[in-house]
């Protein structure tokens, strides 16, 4: 049975910082790219940072310079180190394991909420 299981959510002011894990159980996970997406209310899940298998990552333009995804495959997990935080990144945040750089497995979801 897959479980992907998100945590680190919670309220911060803008410009704090905040780091989200992932951790992944039931798949081989150094096979699997790693990936974070958020949903805003109202608006459509987007993709925030994503790594694959050799540890490249890729990052939203949104983020680029303020977020960091790495991944531990010791640990079976994967983190979003979240800087510079500002309200627009107010949405829930999403872990996935990818195959073929699309969503396969997905968390359960943790908010975030940058408000002062």
């Known amino acids: 049975q897959v479980q992907v299981v998100e945590s680190g959510g919670g309220l911060v002011q803008p410009g704090g910082s905040l780091r989200l894990s992932c951790a992944a159980s039931?798949?081989?996970?150094?096979?699997?790219?790693m990936g974070w997406y958020r949903q805003a209310p109202g608006k459509q899940r987007e993709l925030v940072a994503a790594i694959t298998t050799g540890g490249s990552t890729n990052d939203a333009d949104s983020v680029k310079g303020r977020f960091t995804i790495s991944r531990d495959n010791a640990k079976n997990t994967v983190y979003l180190q979240m800087n510079s935080l500002k309200p627009e990144d107010t949405a829930v945040y999403y872990c996935t394991a990818m195959v073929g750089g699309r969503p396969r497995y997905w968390g359960q979801g943790t908010q975030v909420t940058v408000s002062s």
């Open positions: 039931g798949i081989v996970f150094n096979l699997y790219a």
